[in-house]
Every structure is written in C-alpha cells, then in structure tokens.
C-alpha cells in the first residue's frame, strides 16, 4: 500500500457536516447578536434623552429675563431648544419638537396633588414655581425587525421612549418671559 494511502484520513459519509454544523451554530448566534444590538440602541436612545431633558432642567431653572432678551426667545423656547441640542439628533426638527413638553406647577395645598399647573399663565414660571419637562412617546425605530414565531409577520413597530425631569425654578429678580407652553 503506497505511504499517501495511510496518511490521508478517512471520511466515511463525513463530507459537508461541517457546513451544516457552521449554519446550525451561526443562525443562533446573528439571532442573539441582533437582539443585543437593538436592545443596546434602545438603552442608549433613552438615556440620551434622560440626559436632554434633565439638563434642559438645569438650565430652565436658572435663566434669567436678560438671558432670554438676549437670545431672542422665551424661556419655553430655550428650554425646548436645550432639549433637542443636548439628544444627539434623536429630536432635532419641527415634527419631533412636538414630544417636548415644559409645564410649570404652582404648590397647592388645597389640590388633592398638592400642585396646580400654571403653565398657562404669565406668571407660571415665577420663583419657587416647580418646572417640569417631558419627552413623551417618542417613537423609536428598531434598528432590527422583531421577528417572534417564524409563522407570524415580522414586527417593524417603533418602541415609545418618554423621560420626564423636574425642579424648583431658582428665586431671580429678573423672571424671562414664559411663552407658549407646554
């Protein structure tokens, strides 16, 4: 028997086992990696978000009536402003302004809350006041379709996102103007 014929292994009815085990191993495994993916997008998607509104707070609380004067704008319009030049591009436009919500409530002991919303009025963001801002039911695309049961259809639907943040508007002899809220 030539030396070529005892060295070479033997593959009885082995041919191709190790592209079907590749493929049973690799749908799995893109089925996984997907799902983390799209969940990761979403945990980043709320937090950028978390991050806008809270900081919009921080900023609202503070400006002043020269500070608004000198922007051009009321102090709803730059807390809004705020929101979406601090979300990264998740809420820039007119179309995803519309999620962003400021409202201002007045503590009262006589609601059963034991807050008014004053967002209406002229003096609703006067000092003391508390400021409330909101992103309510963004939706947020999956960056992958969901597919659940191989019999049903995939599911394309957006995730709603919402953050709200609030604070004690800071006590300012110079009180900017309120706007148009919420």
Same mark, same amino acid.
């Given at each position: 028997?030539?030396?070529?014929?005892?060295?070479?292994?033997?593959?009885?009815?082995?041919?191709g086992t190790e592209l079907v085990?590749?493929?049973?191993?690799?749908?799995?495994?893109?089925?996984?990696?997907?799902?983390?993916?799209?969940?990761?997008?979403?945990?980043?998607?709320?937090?950028?978000?978390?991050?806008?509104?809270?900081?919009?707070?921080?900023? %609202?609380? =503070?400006?002043?009536? *020269?500070? +608004? $004067?000198?922007?051009?704008?009321?102090?709803?319009?730059? #807390?809004?402003?705020?929101?979406?030049?601090?979300?990264?591009?998740?809420?820039?436009?007119?179309?995803?302004?519309?999620?962003?919500?400021?409202?201002?409530?007045?503590?009262?002991?006589?609601?059963?809350? %034991?807050? =008014?919303?004053?967002? *209406?009025? +002229? $003096?609703?963001?006067?000092?003391?006041?508390?400021?409330? #801002?909101?992103?309510?039911?963004?939706?947020?695309?999956?960056?992958?379709?969901?597919?659940?049961?191989?019999?049903?259809?995939?599911?394309?639907?957006?995730?709603?996102?919402?953050?709200?943040?609030?604070?004690?508007?800071?006590?300012?002899?110079?009180?900017?103007?309120?706007?148009?809220?919420?």
């Amino acid at each position: 028997m030539p030396l070529a014929a005892q060295i070479r292994p033997r593959r009885n009815g082995r041919r191709g086992t190790e592209l079907v085990e590749f493929t049973l191993v690799l749908v799995p495994l893109l089925s996984i990696l997907f799902v983390l993916v799209d969940i990761s997008w979403a945990i980043f998607a709320k937090s950028t978000i978390m991050y806008a509104v809270r900081t919009a707070v921080r900023k %609202g609380i =503070t400006i002043t009536g *020269t500070q +608004a $004067t000198a922007a051009g704008e009321t102090l709803t319009q730059m #807390v809004k402003d705020s929101v979406q030049a601090n979300s990264l591009g998740f809420l820039n436009g007119t179309t995803n302004r519309s999620y962003i919500q400021v409202h201002y409530f007045e503590q009262d002991s006589s609601s059963s809350t %034991g807050l =008014t919303d004053v967002s *209406t009025l +002229a $003096t609703g963001n006067a000092p003391g006041n508390l400021m409330q #801002v909101s992103v309510t039911d963004f939706p947020l695309p999956g960056l992958v379709s969901r597919i659940y049961y191989l019999l049903t259809s995939v599911d394309k639907s957006a995730s709603n996102l919402s953050a709200v943040s609030a604070d004690r508007i800071e006590p300012s002899g110079d009180t900017p103007p309120i706007g148009t809220a919420p």
